[in-house]
């Protein structure tokens, strides 16, 4: 990945990797089962694996994990929450593994810090023949009327095109392309849903990258309006709440 906007918005998380590890929300385990169908065996690469979260259902499901992530922060927090998964320090342009040694590849909301033109041929080569190579990402429903007016109350650092349905598949569009064989590219959502409160919320929004890069004075002062906003809505003023969301699936193959 070439240095630049996107570079620093990537490497942000590591600064909140504790507070990512707490309040980011799992993935809808339907939404994985989907992503790995047409893998050919359970032998399974999660990319950009953060602090664990898309990992931690993987191994819920039986499939053989191996975690590799950039960022040794975050990978610290992925290590110390699940001990037993080999966990690796790495990236989608350079992966430490030998040729043909999964089924999957799969990322959880890091697909697009992937440099295609880079990642594609070392996504291919550590795929076995047949493989699959599928992206989830955990998108705020805005169909419900409080959703979409904490997205615009949290503004795009908060809550961007690519983390509402209605523009993911066009914020995504450019990642049904990689170089090295891979085909016939899917998509589907699934309902999913997090357990909140309204400061638990604020606090998964803190851990936004757009959120990260701000100024301090700037981001305590957009992390306060979302703050007033959800004391204001009957749905979030008071004790715990469902978050609700999509888990967005990208899925491709990898011609044999």
Request: net charge negative; aromatic share 6%; proline share 9%.
């Amino acid at each position: 990945m070439t240095g630049g906007p996107s570079t620093e918005l990537a490497a942000s998380f590591g600064l909140a990797a504790p507070a990512y590890a707490e309040h980011r929300p799992d993935y809808a385990i339907e939404a994985v089962r989907w992503a790995l169908e047409p893998a050919p065996g359970t032998r399974v690469l999660d990319l950009g694996a953060g602090t664990g979260k898309l990992t931690a259902t993987l191994v819920e499901l039986g499939c053989e994990v191996i975690a590799v992530e950039p960022d040794p922060r975050m990978l610290a927090e992925l290590r110390q929450a699940l001990p037993r998964v080999q966990a690796l320090a790495g990236r989608a342009e350079e992966i430490p593994l030998p040729d043909a040694c999964v089924d999957a590849v799969v990322s959880g909301n890091a697909m697009h810090w992937f440099d295609p033109a880079a990642a594609g041929p070392e996504l291919a080569r550590v795929l076995a023949p047949g493989g699959v190579l599928a992206g989830l990402w955990n998108l705020f429903d805005d169909e419900v009327p409080w959703v979409r007016g904490l997205a615009e109350v949290g503004g795009r650092e908060a809550i961007g095109p690519r983390d509402t349905p209605g523009q993911w598949p066009t914020a995504t569009a450019h990642l049904s392309e990689f170089p090295g064989g891979f085909v016939a590219a899917e998509r589907a959502m699934f309902p999913h849903r997090q357990r909140r409160t309204a400061e638990s919320l604020v606090a998964t929004l803190s851990t936004k990258a757009g959120i990260l890069v701000l100024p301090e004075t700037e981001r305590t002062d957009r992390l306060e309006r979302v703050r007033a906003y959800l004391a204001g809505r009957p749905e979030t003023a008071s004790g715990e709440f469902d978050l609700p969301l999509q888990t967005a699936v990208l899925r491709l193959a990898r011609v044999c």
